[in-house]
């Protein structure tokens, strides 16, 4: 069973009411389950080092931006117009910080052409990647079904110190989870984040010369 706790768009805000629900249409339980924590995008496949270019291009990553309902350690769920946070399961970390150690393990493994300057290095850079999430949940077709995990996010790539725009794309993601329990789900959240980083870096090499 997965508990749920519904929430509403009102105005500008999102109000949020906690209740306790099932997807299946499970007995309500007494007692809240207790919370695990998951994290994603961890491990990251390496790219050889003798691929990367001698003089990569500099890029700077400006602070990767998430929709305010899924930026803190929630995992949001979305049945048709039914938004609702899957309980007993948070990110160790709000998923916004978790997303850009993520996007970063994979430029520092995966870049064969460009690299990415830490905030504190003196470094000039000739680029600057802004990269915005726009989706970041799990989508279900009918309650008690195994959702797809849905991340699509845009990319712009600047040309600096102009701050002209040199290349731009919207990534999409969908990522089928193998069954309707939060270890599946969070496992498909890790593929797809993983999925999506690879697909960016590569653009990023591709597009950033």
């Not at 995966?110 to 905030?119: M, S």
């Not at 989706?135 to 008690?144: C, H, I, L, Q, V």
């Not at 102009?162 to 789900?185: D, G």
């Not at 870096?201 to 010369?209: F, Q």
Request: aromatic fraction near 6%; proline fraction near 6%.
């Amino acid at each position: 069973m997965n508990p749920f706790s519904l929430i509403r768009p009102m105005a500008a805000t999102v109000a949020v009411m906690a209740v306790t629900a099932t997807l299946a249409g499970c007995a309500l339980l007494s007692t809240p389950d207790p919370v695990q924590t998951y994290r994603f995008g961890g491990t990251v496949a390496a790219t050889p080092a003798a691929a990367a270019t001698a003089s990569p291009t500099q890029v700077t990553l400006r602070r990767v931006e998430f929709p305010e309902a899924v930026e803190g350690d929630k995992l949001l769920g979305v049945t048709g117009t039914e938004t609702a946070y899957i309980a007993g399961a948070r990110w160790v970390s709000p998923a916004a910080d978790l997303y850009m150690e993520s996007i970063e393990n994979a430029f520092a493994a995966q870049a064969t052409r460009v690299r990415l300057i830490g905030a504190r290095e003196l470094t000039r850079s000739q680029r600057s990647l802004d990269i915005d999430v726009r989706t970041f949940e799990a989508r279900y077709d009918a309650p008690g079904m195994a959702p797809t995990i849905v991340v699509t996010a845009r990319a712009r790539l600047l040309a600096l110190p102009e701050r002209t725009v040199a290349a731009e794309r919207l990534f999409t993601v969908e990522q089928p989870a193998t069954a309707n329990r939060v270890s599946s789900i969070v496992e498909a959240f890790d593929l797809a984040t993983r999925d999506l980083n690879t697909q960016i870096v590569a653009w990023t090499d591709a597009s950033a010369g």
